[in-house]
């Protein structure tokens, strides 16, 4: 297989993660976009250490860990705010608006 | 040798009579006076014992050669210039090398002007010797020919001649720049001249002690004038055996402020108090001279205080001629003020004001005396400085003269027999003063030596009169008559009038003699300078003392007794000092008979002692030369003496010269030289009203309008200005530009965070797309600035 297909499917998915960030209202959607498009940078990663070595792979390995963390913190915030405020609609919350 | 080692106990004796005195006086049973005339008496003896050492130590013989040898008695460290001169004769000594002795020896014949005086200038001093030693080494007067004669050239002279050798000892004082570049020392430096003083000062001291203690018996501050008595004659003692210039000072201010304190004795009444302050301010005046002289002696010295060294580099040509005359001529100013020459005496007869045996311890032997004693022990910077060898007219022998002349002249129109007797000292001061400036050295000091005697008689005399008279001194309106019954005080008095006026062969006749000779002028050869016109103001000062001595005596002794109450005979402890004082002043001009008068001729062994006692021989000293005894002069001023006590005794025994009398109030020639004289020439109004005055009243007002209007202006304009410049600084500057730049920055700042803060929505999706675009944008620059 050739590599360009995997980045471009890493690609799409980070696109579509992105998107996600951005359009999306809910908090726990929007995080999940951010795991996309941390998953496409794992694709990345993974497809090239097929041809340049098995660096690569250590970092997906670290990007899984770090994901993981950020999912554990992110969802007890998005957590927080739902008991505040009875939502988790981010368009929201725009308290430090200039 | 002793006595002169240990001068300074003398003064000490009298510092610590002082300090006895004044804290425990009171206790004593005379209330202080006994430990005063105490000290006096052993002070006096003292001086007498170092007086006969003196002699002793003069007449010695001296080994070796050289002023070092002749400077044998100086201690080291006194003078830088002794001690030089004693480390090249040594080096001289020991080396036996002849090139500077060929040196000195090539250049003259009769005298060897000093082997060993490289550093005062070969040039001026070998020119010294062989114009001095020309004309004096072979004078039968028997004068030494040069500063620096030795043993050798005097040798060949035939003449037994020796050098003095003061006996010079110090301490440290303090210290100035670097270690060792220039030290002050204070101690003693003993030869004759100082020997001298120290026995007129001990004695007068000690004749008004004991005249006081009955004079001022019962005085509200008997004890306080004892002190000061004490401490008067302390300093003047300090003062005559002062070793440098700075010590010379402190005496001299010391004095100064004893003469204050002792004339202001009753200042419970104004005009005596005014007489202190008077005294005390004129000398001030004076003082500032004696400063500058001083400094510009102690630089052109090459930084010494010694008088010593002072003396050996004026009289070998090692300060300039042009530095000497300026210090002589502000030394001068000093001695104006402290020994009362025209025009700064006016002091000294209102000095009258204090009790008069005050007044005959200033004018004989303390006070006044300190500005001929300083001009006579630097005499080699005022012989040098005013030219005096040679010349016939120099600022000394002015200032004299017109003082001999026109102080006597004042004496006659005063009331009051002290103040007559204040300006017969002056111009007897004028005298001495004269005789310093014509090179009459000697004569100077044998006058002042006499003058104590018969002026301090005089004053003691005038009161005992005043005892008797209810203690006044006018003698128009409250004497007359005295002679009956005050026998002892008219015998004395007498005496010493004509001691004072000059008749033979009372001392005055001498002492007056030998500084008109000293002229040399008139009538007699020889002397130092042809001074025709100060011996004719002389010779009419001398007219004028016995003219105006003689009217004292008619008014104070003879008429009938003008004042009230029964005069009395005063006690011995006044008389008996009135008889030693007019005794002495009788007989003290024996020694200094000349050689010879005429076909006579006086032994060596009783001839000129004074002058063989009293005189310097040696680098110290200027090469003068001495008139000798003039018979025509003598008999010529003999003779105006005593046409002046004949004229004067006609005028008022006998009322002869009827158009006289009263002539000033008929001619007005007469009136207004009366109204002069009377007015004192206008000194006092000349100070008082036309100096204070000027500066009390128009320079005040002048000062006060420039102060008001000029600097005031000056200032407010100043203060003014900073407000106008301040406000257009504050308007302009500071509003505008300063605070126009920060007011900008913060209105900038606050519209573009208006503008800015429409961006920050709060919305996290918003940033987060912005974001991604700005990611996205970078990337793309990225690629295309990699591709």
Known sequence: MLLNQFLLLAAILFSIGVYGVIVRKNGVLVLMSVELMLNAVNINLVAFSTYHGLGGQVFALFVIAVAAAEVGVGLAIVLLIYRNRRSVDIDQLDELKG | MWFLTHAWIIPALMALSFLLILFFGKLMPKKGSEIGIAAIGIAFILALLTAGSWYTHNNEEVEGHGDAAAMAD????????????????????????????????????????????????????????????????????????????????????????????????????????????????????????????????????????????????????????????????????????????????????????????????????????????????????????????????????????????????????????????????????????????????????????????????????????????????????????????????????????????FGALLAFVQKDIKKVLAYSTISQLGFMVTALGVGAWTAALFHLFTHAMFKATLFLGAGSLSNAAHHSFDMVNDMGGMRKVLPRTFWTFIVATAALAGIFPLSGFWSKDEILAGHGSLFSAGGNGTYHVMLVMLLIGAFCTAAYMTRTIWYAFYGEFRGHGTPHESGSRITVPLIILATLGAVVGVLNLPEKIGPFTFPESISLQFEHFVEPVGAYFPAISHAEFNIPLAIFSLALALSAVLVTYLYYWKGAFKFLHGLSERNRVAGLGKTILVNKYYFDWLYTDVITGFVKGPAARATNWFNQHVLDGIVDGTGKGAVVAGQFVYENIDQKVVDGAVKDTAIATSEAGGVLRHMQTGRIQQYAALFFAAAALLAGVFVVAIG
């Not at chain 2, 440290?172 to 030290?183: C, F």
């Not at chain 2, 001291?205 to 009955?214: D, H, K, Q």
């Not at chain 2, 005014?274 to 400094?295: H, M, P, S, Y």
């Not at chain 2, 005496?345 to 004001?353: G, K, N, Q």
């Open chain 2, 74 to 405: 100086v201690q080291e460290g006194c003078s830088n210039e002794v001690d030089h001169l004693a480390a090249e004769d040594h080096g001289e000594e020991t080396e036996d090398v002849g090139d500077h002795e060929g040196e000195g020896r090539s250049d003259d014949g009769g005298s060897d002007e000093g082997t060993d005086d490289h550093a005062l200038g070969q040039s001026d001093s070998g020119e010294y010797a062989q114009s001095d030693s020309g004309e004096y080494a072979q004078s039968d007067s028997g004068e030494y020919a040069a500063p620096a004669a030795t043993s050798t050239a005097v040798a060949s002279e035939g003449e037994e001649e020796h050098l003095t050798r003061p006996v010079v000892r110090c301490a440290a004082w303090a210290e100035i720049g670097t270690p060792g570049s220039s030290l002050i020392t204070w101690g003693t430096m003993v030869d004759g001249q100082s020997v001298l003083m120290l026995v007129v000062v001990t004695l007068i001291s000690l004749m008004v002690f004991i005249y006081s203690s009955e004079y001022v018996s019962g005085d509200r501050r008997y004890t306080h004038y004892f002190a000061f008595l004490s401490l008067f004659s302390a300093s003047m003692l300090f003062f005559v055996l002062a070793q440098s210039t700075i010590q010379m000072i402190v005496g001299w201010e010391l004095v100064g402020v004893c003469s204050f304190v002792l004339i202001g004795h009753w200042w419970e009444e104004k005009p005596n108090s005014n007489a202190a302050l008077k005294a005390f301010l004129t000398n001030r005046v004076g003082d500032i001279g004696l400063l500058i002289g001083v400094a510009i002696l102690y630089f052109a010295a090459g930084r010494s205080f010694s008088i010593l060294d002072l003396n050996i580099l004026a009289a070998n040509g090692g300060i300039s001629h042009g530095i000497l005359l300026v210090a002589s001529v502000c030394l001068i100013f000093a001695v104006m003020s402290k020994s009362g020459q025209f025009i700064l005496h006016t002091w000294l007869p209102d000095a009258m004001a204090g009790p008069t045996p005050v007044s005959a311890l200033i004018h004989a032997a303390t006070m006044v005396v300190a500005g001929i004693y300083m001009v006579a022990r630097l005499y080699p910077v005022f012989f040098e400085g005013l030219s005096i060898a040679g010349s016939s007219v120099n600022f000394l022998a002015i200032v004299g003269a017109v003082t001999a002349m």
